[in-house]
């Protein structure tokens, strides 16, 4: 009942934020999902862990539907014809965005933006203003930074208009990737790195290393979850390695004893969730973006999420100096990439009732204290830019449905785009799958994956509620993650 | 041509920049050498100047014992080194004991791991060109990993001279102090004649990447010298001029207490340049 009374007097909720609230208080007095005993053990400790996704999942955590599809055909359910011009192609989306389930209650992806209007745009002008309008209603109704579009990879009049837009609107919504790979020009990516030195957005994406996973048909959504179109991802566990690394009293214990049994613990859970959805719930005979082959359930996979690799890997070796630490030691990182390899290969071989599962790159909670996201080197124990890049990539191989890193640069960049360029161009050689960057003096910032404004993180901290749910997760991460303390990066001149 | 041998040679190299966006063309490595003719009064890291004479001032004052004495030498124990400037503060000698002595493979080991990221290398100061025979070698080495090399330098060594090192240069950045002879050998102590000489010969043999000017009002005729500069470069059109604002900061002396430029006179300046014909400026 405190609970309850305690969200629909919550000051700095609006509306919506407590009405969301409210379901989800809702959806958690039951608990209808049974695990094994060792499972148990393993949520017990904080290793094994749901991400509040909802202890009665009747929708998947995140649905990517094939917009493509809508575009030409409409929809029957939605009584929408295809559109003929730009606005009715802008309106159609709009709709279909408001029937589009996640698990935080708005959608969390919007399209592959560039390609979807591509065909309807006629008039530079008008294109420009639909856009501006479609921009302006998913900022301010979907209203949360995990809404993500996607653009690239080739250099289109509307791609530019939706760089130009997101450099002047300044707002964290929506968040957005640059699917990069040999087709993408060179001035076109510059004008994408221009745009992310002064609104944190686009993100880059290593097709040549996603296309692998998945083929073409991929959306990256919310942070930078990558699914495949027409599908989505189920459910998103989280295996805290931290918490496992503090179970684990010498690297054997952890490696043979612990750690299958913590994977298997957090595929297990997925697995009876996805079980909940798909045959208690029945979301696919529920759901008219199914009927009408906007979605197909073999198009839908599991997220195993990883965080906290850096700690548990400090922890396991007890090592306390800089130069043994994860990050540093090549001790340290090579024994990151067993316990990364051993996570996959039980992954791999699990079998669900529904789907298949995949290796996520969790980034954190606003909860997190200490605990570093995915397999990144902690804030404050970074090395050199290059090292740092190259640990990163090394880490990232197995990561198909998504995993991130971010490197603030020093304003400086903004005069030389191409420095950032040739970053990119050498990382996504080496294998790193996704790149995201801003600029130091930024007002909007990346958290972990999503983006916030620094000036509505002050109005929150000062006690007034603000339009986007994620900037209260932006204030915890502040304090619990450091993340205004990360190393700004390179570029000091002598 | 015959060349000695330098797989021995060292050179006092300052730092080592792994990633840097404002020295040339995309994501470089820039490596600083120490030792300068000029004796600029704006310069920003005097003790760059003069190599290390072995006094023995800053060995006292080093509050991490970083430095110690060996036979009549000073040394640097980077591991132990806290980077608080005590040692440069104290230098009355316009100079640092933080020197690497390094060979040209010594400073290709030490940006191996930016390689896949970078266009290619800077050299820089100080002035780089004391030591064109180094640098000349170490170029080709970067031009064999398939990288560019970049020479930053305020031409007081004539180029025409070092044809073993311009040769195997992709590109100069030259500082354009002033055009004054006067003026000039108030600012740095040095005729600017080879430097005008230096910047005609780069552009005759299409060398020249940028001129930059640090603007200091007051002190020096700014529009004189951006004007007759850019005039210079005007028939080139991928050559940049950057504009630099003078700063205070890692100044001694005379200049400390100079104004910084406002925006409105970079903007003079950009605008005048422009109008000579000049379409890539930079102002930093």
């Given amino acids: 009942m405190q609970e309850i009374l305690s969200i629909v007097k919550d000051p700095e909720l609006t509306f919506n934020q407590r009405f969301i609230a409210m379901a989800k208080a809702a959806e958690n007095m039951i608990d209808p999902i049974e695990l094994s005993e060792d499972a148990r053990y393993f949520v017990n400790q904080k290793v094994v862990f749901d991400m509040d996704e909802g202890k009665a999942p009747y929708r998947p955590r995140y649905v990517t539907p094939d917009y493509d599809k809508f575009m030409a055909q409409g929809s029957a359910f939605l009584m929408l014809k295809p559109p003929k011009d730009i606005w009715e192609a802008v309106s159609n989306l709009m709709i279909l965005y408001h029937h589009v389930p996640a698990a935080g209650g708005m959608t969390v992806y919007i399209g592959h933006l560039d390609r979807l209007l591509a065909p309807f745009d006629q008039h530079e002008e008008e294109t420009y203003r639909a856009v501006e309008m479609l921009l302006l209603h998913v900022d301010r109704t979907i209203s949360d930074s995990f809404v993500h579009c996607d653009i690239g990879p080739y250099d289109t009049r509307v791609g530019r208009i939706i760089l130009d837009l997101s450099a002047k609107m300044q707002r964290p919504v929506p968040n957005m990737s640059l699917i990069y790979n040999e087709n993408t020009?060179?001035?076109?990516?510059?004008?994408?790195?221009?745009?992310?030195?002064?609104?944190?957005?686009?993100?880059?994406?290593?097709?040549?290393?996603?296309?692998?996973?998945?083929?073409?048909?991929?959306?990256?959504?919310?942070?930078?979850?990558?699914?495949?179109?027409?599908?989505?991802?189920?459910?998103?566990?989280?295996?805290?390695?931290?918490?496992?690394?503090?179970?684990?009293?010498?690297?054997?214990?952890?490696?043979?004893?612990?750690?299958?049994?913590?994977?298997?613990?957090?595929?297990?859970?997925?697995?009876?969730?996805?079980q909940f959805i798909v045959d208690d719930c029945h979301f696919f005979e529920n759901s008219f973006l199914n009927d009408e082959g906007l979605i197909e359930k073999d198009r839908f996979v599991g997220m195993v999420g990883l965080v906290g690799l850096a700690e548990c890997v400090n922890t396991v070796l007890d090592v306390n100096e800089r130069e043994d630490r994860f990050g540093t030691s090549e001790v340290a990182n090579q024994f990151a990439e067993e316990i990364v390899d051993k996570i996959y290969e039980i992954v791999a071989a699990y079998k669900p009732k529904h789907g298949r599962f995949y290796l996520h790159g969790q980034v954190g909670?606003?909860?997190?204290?200490?605990?570093?996201?995915?397999?990144?080197?902690?804030?404050?124990?970074?090395?050199?830019?290059?090292?740092?890049?190259?640990?990163?990539?090394?880490?990232?191989?197995?990561?198909?449905?998504?995993?991130?890193?971010?490197?603030?640069?020093?304003?400086?960049?903004?005069?030389?785009?191409?420095?950032?360029?040739?970053?990119?161009?050498?990382?996504?050689?080496?294998?790193?799958?996704?790149?995201?960057?801003?600029?130091?003096?930024?007002d909007v910032i990346r958290v972990t994956g999503y983006l916030v404004k620094l000036s509505d993180i002050e109005k929150l901290e000062s006690g007034k509620a603000v339009l986007e749910s994620s900037t209260v997760l932006g204030s915890g991460a502040k304090k619990g993650l450091k993340i205004l303390e990360r190393r700004v990066r390179g570029f000091n001149h002598a | 041509m015959h060349k000695e041998p330098l797989a021995n040679v060292k050179a006092p190299v300052i730092k080592i920049i792994p990633f840097s966006c404002v020295d040339g063309p995309g994501n470089r490595s820039a490596v600083f050498f120490q030792g300068c003719g000029f004796h600029c009064q704006y310069c920003h890291n005097p003790e760059t100047i003069n190599l290390c004479k072995h006094c023995r001032r800053c060995v006292l004052v080093c509050p991490v014992k970083a430095l110690s004495v060996h036979g009549e030498k000073v040394m640097w124990d980077c591991e132990r080194?806290?980077?608080c400037d005590t040692c440069i503060k104290t230098c009355t000698y316009n100079s640092s004991p933080r020197i690497r002595?390094?060979?040209?493979?010594?400073?290709?080991?030490?940006?191996?791991?930016?390689?896949?990221?970078?266009?290619?290398?800077?050299?820089?100061?100080?002035?780089?060109?004391?030591?064109?025979?180094?640098?000349?070698?170490?170029f080709e080495k970067i031009h064999r990993l398939g990288k560019t090399a970049f020479v930053d330098s305020n031409g007081q060594i004539d180029f025409r001279q070092i044809p073993h090192l311009i040769d195997v240069t992709d590109k100069v950045m030259l500082d354009i102090k002033s055009v004054d002879e006067q003026e000039h050998r108030m600012l740095t102590g040095q005729s600017c004649k080879v430097v005008l000489d230096n910047l005609h010969y780069l552009l005759s043999i299409d060398k020249l990447f940028e001129i930059r000017t640090v603007i200091v009002p007051g002190i020096l005729d700014n529009f004189r010298t951006v004007d007759i500069a850019s005039k210079m470069i005007s028939a080139w059109p991928t050559v940049r001029y950057k504009l630099i604002k003078f700063r205070t900061w890692g100044v001694k002396g005379a200049l400390l207490n100079t104004e910084i430029p406002d925006d409105s006179l970079m903007k003079e300046l950009e605008n005048l340049i422009r109008h000579n014909g000049v379409s890539n400026v930079v102002i930093v």
């Fill in chain 1, 185 to 274: 020009s060179d001035e076109f990516a510059l004008k994408a790195i221009e745009a992310g030195l002064v609104c944190s957005k686009p993100s880059f994406v290593n097709d040549a290393m996603y296309s692998k996973d998945w083929g073409s048909r991929y959306a990256v959504a919310s942070c930078y979850n990558v699914l495949p179109i027409g599908g989505g991802g189920y459910t998103l566990g989280r295996l805290n390695l931290m918490e496992l690394g503090k179970l684990a009293k010498t690297k054997e214990a952890l490696m043979e004893d612990l750690l299958p049994r913590a994977v298997k613990a957090q595929c297990e859970q997925m697995d009876k969730r996805i």
């Fill in chain 2, 81 to 83: 080194c806290c980077g």
């Fill in chain 1, 365 to 442: 909670i606003a909860e997190d204290v200490g605990l570093t996201p995915a397999t990144r080197i902690p804030v404050g124990e970074e090395p050199e830019l290059p090292v740092h890049l190259a640990v990163t990539a090394r880490l990232q191989k197995y990561f198909a449905t998504g995993i991130g890193e971010l490197y603030p640069f020093d304003a400086t960049a903004k005069t030389n785009p191409q420095s950032v360029l040739d970053i990119i161009k050498g990382a996504f050689k080496m294998d790193m799958r996704y790149i995201s960057f801003y600029s130091s003096d930024s």
């Fill in chain 2, 101 to 138: 002595y390094m060979t040209t493979d010594d400073v290709i080991a030490a940006i191996t791991d930016s390689l896949p990221f970078i266009q290619g290398i800077t050299t820089s100061g100080g002035e780089c060109t004391l030591y064109h025979h180094f640098i000349a070698e170490l």
